[in-house]
């Protein structure tokens, strides 16, 4: 079964920095492009980064410059390096992949950006 785990979130100042990762089990990332997307309360999920299964990498504007999307392969794990974090990226962070007519999600990790 596919199954995929975000980790890394939490409490951070503004101007700060977190490391977001995924792990996969049942789907190989390195066959697919692969997304993290946001949710903040009220506001509908956004796409925030994807990176593809050549390394090809897309960003939001409002994060372009900030963060960093990678892959490591052998542990089949994608990472989000999120810095200079900022209120308005307060929400909550999944990562979401395609396989065919399957979507799948992880269960999220709430990134709160406060003083």
């Known amino acids: 079964q596919v199954q995929l785990v975000e980790s890394g979130g939490g409490l951070v100042q503004p101007g700060g920095s977190l490391r977001l990762s995924c792990a996969a089990s049942g789907i190989f990332f390195s066959m697919y492009r692969v997304g993290w997307y946001r949710q903040a309360p009220g506001k509908e999920r956004e796409l925030v980064a994807s990176i593809t299964s050549f390394g090809s990498t897309y960003y939001a504007s409002s994060v372009k410059g900030r963060f960093t999307i990678s892959r490591d392969n052998a542990k089949n794990t994608v990472y989000l390096q999120m810095n200079k974090l900022n209120p308005e990226d307060t929400a909550v962070y999944y990562c979401?992949?395609?396989?065919?007519?399957?979507?799948?999600w992880g269960q999220g990790t709430q990134v709160t950006v406060s003083s």
């Open positions: 979401n992949v395609n396989r065919g007519t399957n979507n799948y």
